[in-house]
């Protein structure tokens, strides 16, 4: 798991200035890095699904690797899942029980922050959860969609680039956000 985030953290910029089409570490996220990490519920049967996302037809300012629960959701567009989601500067990034936010922006319109904010906030209040564990989340990036991304984290574990955990210390903090998400 190290190597895959760092990996990305290290190679994103200079890969976004790269064409998408048929880019390695694109295709590298979508697939291979994304099979890696299915060796975190691969004792759960096949009831998660795992999706990793460069962008769509571009690339992504915040790329990320989501985990759903088939029972609660199967993409990022609605519902709760977890998500390993990166900063627009790469200086790190967050394991995230976060929730969908592209169905709650078309509904409310103008008020999509507020609902998402009062949703994280009734999702937290449900759980007991680590002292350390964060509520708000900074992307860095002033683009509608991260900013929604931000208002709809539920919880959070941050990882900074220049001090990042090992294996087992991602691997403790993920069981601890897959115990939230069940």
């Not at 990034?93 to 319109?109: A, D, F, N």
């Not at 994280?120 to 564990?133: F, G, H, P, T, V």
């Not at 955990?165 to 998400?181: G, I, M, T």
Request: one cysteine or more; glycine letters at 4%; charged letters at 30%.
């Amino acid at each position: 798991m190290r190597e895959i985030f760092l990996s990305i953290l290290e190679n994103y910029h200079s890969e976004k200035n790269k064409s998408f089409k048929n880019n390695d570490l694109a295709n590298k996220i979508r697939k291979e890095f994304t099979e890696e990490l299915r060796n975190l519920v691969k004792d759960e049967g096949d009831r998660y699904i795992l999706e990793g996302s460069p962008g769509r037809g571009n690339w992504a300012n915040c790329p990320w690797f989501a985990i759903f629960d088939s029972i609660k959701t199967t993409h990022a567009r609605s519902g709760y899942y977890l998500v390993y989601i990166f900063r627009e500067d790469m200086k790190g990034l967050y394991l995230c029980l976060s929730q969908g936010v592209t169905e709650i922006s078309k509904i409310y319109k103008k008020d999509d922050k507020i609902v998402l904010v009062t949703r994280a906030n009734d999702y937290r209040n449900r759980l007991l959860y680590n002292e350390k564990d964060n509520i708000e989340i900074d992307l860095n990036s002033n683009l509608s969609l991260p900013r929604l991304y931000e208002k709809g984290t539920i919880l959070a574990r941050y990882y900074d680039k220049a001090n990042f955990p090992d294996n087992e210390v991602l691997k403790k903090d993920f069981a601890d956000f897959l115990s939230y998400y069940k």
